[in-house]
């Protein structure tokens, strides 16, 4: 991703963050995520704390294999979620005992901090694209989001009962 | 962030994040009911739409809370926040990880489903909004990061076909989160097709939109809500692993032989690079 039409979106969406400066990132982040669990779920502040660690050294070890391998081309996502899955097997000697610290944390109020991130990083840029673009290509993209959402689930749906 | 002001304003983006957080979460979910089904509000929609109203590159600077620096500070923000989220995902998925590859054929079958957007989106773009070049661009996939690298590999970012995946890149950012969750709750609400298979839908935009969509599924149905987030986890999974291959060798040739079919004279061959002095290329 370095040919230079891409640098100039990369800029505003996606920049590069050290390796320092992202595991300070992450523990910036993390009580965020805990301060919503407190009010999203009956944890004690103790056991919302151990939860939220727990998904912050998962995802910490996502973000080394992510720098350790970049020629598998494989996003810090996809890494932090194959930690995730390894790391919850029944099957592995500390599955149940990951499964019981995380367990209870309420995924859907860990999304919350992300999201603010998101709505305070919409950059001039991508505003001014929005408005010289048109309204065609903003209906368009409405279609997009709806029409790829209708045919993954139909598929899905389809060939569910087949494997049944 | 190593120089002071870039550190003092870390520290206000985190206050005025966390205020965003707590106050999303206070108010919980709301449904509202519409005739045949119901759309659920999730706290992150309204953190999402916090954000934007503070973030001075929308609102002006609204009583100076913010600056470009903040916003500029965010942007990074986003992926790490969105790590323990992710990391939760797949907690869910190593428990339930038999019946995730029971349903491995059709996991692997609903990427394909990236072909909806042309089936719904193509037609309108080109015979309705008599979009041009643009459509090749805005309608062979869901436009995230890996569909902008392939335009920009392919026709460069700056030609028509640039402006088209862009724009919808775009509209993804803004509205993503929230048509996702809309019409996630709505569809589920309907009870006509599978949860599972909902999920799975849910996994094909980005990590945000999968949170918004999952998170709206599991609202409307409770009592499946591990089942919801280990298919959606694990579609999304897959979307980075085998996603960029349907858009690159299945979508992008098939709009653009749908496109030849529908404009026959417009003989611009696929491979120019970025020639943008035709009229739709000059708007």
Sequence with gaps: MSATPVDDVEDTQDERLSLPSEMTALLAVLPLGWAAQLIATDLSALRAAAGVLALGLIAVIGILLTRALPFLRLPSVAWVSLVGIVASLPMLPWGEAVVGVVGEIDFLALSVPCLAFAGLAISRREVAIAKTSGWKLLVVGVLVLIGTFIGSALIADVTLPLLE | ?283
């Design chain 2, 1 to 283: 962030m190593d120089r002071p002001a870039d550190l003092v304003a870390a520290w206000r983006l985190l206050a005025v994040a966390l205020v965003i957080v707590v106050l999303s979460q206070l108010l919980g979910i709301r449904r509202i009911e519409v005739g045949i089904g119901t759309i659920l509000l999730l706290p992150l929609l309204y953190a999402f739409l916090a954000g934007l109203v503070l973030n001075p590159s929308i609102t002006g600077r609204v009583g100076k809370v913010l600056g470009r620096r903040e916003v500029r500070l965010a942007s990074p923000l986003i992926i790490v926040a969105i790590l323990p989220f992710i990391a939760r995902f797949g907690t869910t998925i190593g428990p339930d990880i038999e019946a995730v590859i029971a349903a491995g054929p059709a996991l692997l079958l609903q990427e394909l489903g990236n072909l909806g957007t042309i089936v719904l989106a193509f037609p309108v773009a080109v015979y309705l909004l008599k979009l041009r070049r643009e459509a090749v661009g805005a309608t062979f996939s869901v436009a995230r990061e890996p569909s902008l690298a392939i335009i920009a590999d392919r026709y460069g970012l700056r030609g028509p076909e640039g402006a088209g995946v862009l724009a919808v890149y775009v509209v993804g950012t803004l509205v993503g989160t929230i048509v996702f969750s809309v019409m996630a709750s709505f569809v589920a609400s309907l009870d006509v097709l599978d949860p599972r298979a909902l999920a799975m839908a849910c996994g094909v935009g980005s990590g945000s939109m999968m949170a918004a969509c999952s998170g709206a599924l599991a609202a409307t149905l409770p009592e499946m809500e591990d089942t919801i987030l280990a298919f959606a986890g694990t579609s999304n999974l897959l979307t980075y692993a085998t996603g960029m291959y349907v858009t690159l060798f299945v979508a992008l040739p098939l709009v653009e032989w749908m496109y030849r079919k529908a404009h026959p004279e417009d003989t611009r061959a696929a491979a120019t690079p970025a020639a943008t002095s035709d009229e739709e290329g000059a708007r």
